[in-house]
Structure formats: C-alpha cells, structure tokens
C-alpha cells in the first residue's frame, strides 16, 4: 500500500486548495479513506472519512461547509477541496486508508507521508 499526498503550499485566508492523495497497493473503491491533520503542539485530528464507493462522508465540525472529501476510483485518487481557508487550518495533511468499507467502522491501517497547508496573508 501506498498513498503519496500533493497541493500543499501556502494558502490565503478565504482562499482555497486542493489536496490530493494518490493510492496504489489496493482496491481503492472497496476501503473508507479519510483527512486528518496535525497542527504544531496539537494531536492529530479527523478532517473527512469517506467509505467506499457509495457510502456517505463524514466532517469535522470546523471545516463542514467549507472543505469537501472526494474520491476519483478511475485515478485512484483521493481529493479534500478546501474553500473559505482560515489560519487555524494551518496543520500537516495526512491521507489515510482503513481497514473497513465504511468509515465509521474500523480504524486508519496505512498513512501518507503528510503535505503542509499554511494558511497567511
């Protein structure tokens, strides 16, 4: 299993970024994957799960609205589409994929090596 993330970079408050994660090593469509980050001096924490194709997405309360989790099974690619970008969004980006279908069950088994997003004027 791989997952390789990109999109990255530094981001205007109000602005907007996309992330990508590029899996390989499994059936992308048949596992729940999700976002988290990790900001200086703070635990990680979940941004989005989605389960496999056609289940249901799951938010953080302080992106619902504003970020979207997204998944490209011809591309084996995961997508988070960050808008209304803050500065508390500031953190290091982690794919990960679970060891279920769906995200609400099981647990991350395999992670990305991380993109940072800075959000500043």
């Known amino acids: 299993v791989q997952l390789v993330e990109s999109g990255g970079g530094l981001g205007q408050p109000g602005g907007s970024l996309r992330l990508a994660c590029a899996a390989s090593?499994?059936?992308?469509?048949?596992?729940?994957m999700s976002w988290h980050r990790q900001a200086p001096g703070k635990e990680r924490e979940l941004v989005a799960a989605m389960s496999g194709v056609g289940g249901s997405a799951k938010y953080v309360d302080s992106v619902k609205g504003r970020f979207t989790i997204s998944r490209d099974t011809a591309k084996n690619t995961l997508y988070l589409q960050m808008n209304s970008l803050k500065p508390e969004d500031t953190a290091v980006y982690y794919c990960?994929?679970?060891?279920?279908?769906?995200?609400?069950?099981?647990?991350?088994?395999?992670w990305g090596q991380g993109t940072q997003v800075t959000v500043s004027s």
């Open positions: 090593g499994f059936t992308f469509s048949s596992y729940a």
């Open positions: 990960a994929k679970h060891n279920s279908r769906w995200w609400y069950s099981g647990q991350p088994d395999y």
